[in-house]
């Protein structure tokens, strides 16, 4: 198809546009809403893998030791950390600087921890983790031995939450594009609807041009221009709704935590994933328009 | 033939030589509307062919049906103008879909409406001109593409008569240029007029050439 038979099909689908706003409207608003749910999805997915990912970047093991650790017991396991190249610094807590932090983390608890005859937490050893070495299946084995370690009363692996997390949030997203999926199937149908209406509404041109000759193409183009141009702007007002209800939010989350804004790192649908939202959103008005203009033959 | 065993058109046979001017007349429910429609390749004959220029045209495809309908120029009883396109735009929308330059576009649709004296109302909308010059826009329509064939179903069947013989000259002055033309009327006076070949039908039936 030459530019030319594009810049008529546009023409043409504009004009239809502009004809019938009020049922345009509708369809739009309906591809939006089926949007609007994947992007919310979208935007919390991408939310919790930002939050995976650092808390990740920033992924311990916190090896709390016995109180009656031996000497010899304290040099194998610190022979233990020196040889899994994954361990990128590690600091001794002792059970004084363990009971300091306390009081400083929860001011409100404190009075009780002072009450008590002899400060109850354990010495410890915060072992922070090199990502690029952190291979999931060795730091298992490695979490282990390390468990099973003589003088070691617990190991806290943050990487296996972090895990289950990451499970949680591509659950989501798999809930996402299914819920999504059958609303935008929902849309389709309502953007044929619509399309056929318009098409309807110039059945006697069509007609005419089928008369003069007018390719089969040419006929089912400004329909199907038509409804990737309601899809269109189906995703950009989805887009902005979500834009603005990812504000909203944000301020609301930021103000529950007490958190500042980088402390949060709370952030919109990155470029490319907005731009699929508008590919979808464009697709789903491509597929209803087609199917609408399968009855012109 | 319709369903039940109802033929519209039956036993015809006709042949039109290329730039011949035929008038095809009959009354009302004879077949001269099916016959004009077999010829567009609107409808598919049940039994026997059409053939325009050697080409039987149940055999073509839709794509090539359209191509076909590109050179062949149709008029009708009642315009069938665009209500919302002006007279410039419903002219030159032929020319626009059949894939010409803008620059072409302009040209042959200019040249065609001032052959018809239609220059002065090309940003008219149908509904602003009267019957005559709606059938002349019509006509415009139909030949700004330079089709081979012109067929027209009762074209001034709206019209005075008046108005009607003007429509009929200038079928007869755009056989003049070579273009084959077939009209389709009931109207013997026009005929008588006009001065060419018929063709009648009745009940389907080819009954009389003159």
């Known amino acids: 198809m030459t530019a030319h038979w594009l810049t008529y099909c546009l023409d043409e689908a504009i004009a239809s546009l502009r004809r019938q706003r009020v049922s345009v409207l509708l369809s739009v608003l309906t591809i939006a809403a089926a949007l609007l749910v994947l992007g919310g999805f979208l935007l919390v997915t991408v939310n919790l893998d930002r939050a995976v990912s650092r808390w990740s970047a920033a992924a311990e093991f916190s090896i709390y030791l016995a109180d009656d650790i031996s000497p010899e017991q304290r040099v194998a396991l610190n022979t233990l950390l020196d040889g899994q190249p994954a361990v990128a610094s590690r600091e001794y807590i002792s059970k004084a600087d363990a009971a300091l932090r306390f009081r400083r983390d929860f001011p409100d608890l404190a009075a009780g921890l002072a009450d008590l005859a002899q400060n109850p937490l354990p010495a410890s050893i915060d072992v922070r983790l090199d990502p690029a070495k952190a291979d999931g299946a060795a730091l298992e084995t490695f979490a282990a031995r390390v468990t099973a370690a003589g003088g070691v009363a617990d190991v806290r692996f943050d990487r296996r939450w972090l895990e289950r997390l990451g499970r949680i949030a591509a659950g989501v997203r798999w809930a996402g594009w299914i819920l999504g999926a059958v609303l935008l199937a929902a849309a389709v149908l309502t953007v044929a609807t619509v399309v056929r209406l318009a098409l309807h509404a110039r059945r006697d041109e069509v007609d005419i041009m089928q008369l003069m000759g007018a390719p089969i193409g040419l006929l089912r183009g400004p329909l199907v221009v038509e409804g990737i141009l309601q899809g269109g702007a189906g995703a950009l007002v989805s887009l902005g709704a979500l834009y603005g209800g990812f504000l909203l939010a944000r301020v609301r989350i930021l103000a529950a935590l007490g958190a500042t804004p980088d402390a949060a790192d709370l952030g919109f649908l990155p470029p490319g994933m907005s731009a699929l939202v508008v590919v979808i959103g464009m697709a789903v008005g491509c597929a209803g328009g087609y199917l609408a203009a399968r009855h012109v033959r | ?210």
């Open chain 2, 1 to 210: 033939m319709y369903g039940r065993g109802i033929y519209a058109l039956r036993d015809v046979s006709l042949v039109v030589e290329k730039g011949e001017f035929v008038f095809l007349s009959g009354p009302s429910g004879a077949g001269k509307s099916t016959l004009l429609r077999l010829l567009l390749r609107q409808e598919l004959p049940t039994e026997g062919s059409v053939k325009v220029a050697g080409r039987d045209l149940a055999k073509l495809t839709p794509s090539q049906a359209q191509t076909y309908r590109r050179a062949v120029g149709f008029v009708f009883q009642d315009f069938k103008l665009i209500a919302t396109k002006t007279v410039l735009d419903n002219v030159g929308l032929v020319p626009r879909v059949l894939g010409a330059t803008s620059v072409q576009q302009q040209r042959r649709t200019f040249q065609v409406l001032k052959w018809l004296g239609l220059q002065h109302r090309m940003n008219a909308y149908p509904l602003e001109l009267s019957g005559g010059e709606q059938q002349r826009v019509a006509i415009a329509r139909a030949l700004v593409n330079e089709p081979a064939l012109i067929l027209a179903d009762e074209p001034t069947g709206n019209l005075d008569p008046d108005l009607s013989l003007e429509i009929m000259n200038l079928f007869r002055d755009i056989n003049a240029r070579g273009t084959t033309v077939l009209v389709a009327t009931h109207n013997r006076e026009l005929m008588r007029h006009v001065g060419r070949r018929a063709v009648s039908l009745d009940h389907g039936h080819l009954v009389e050439t003159s």
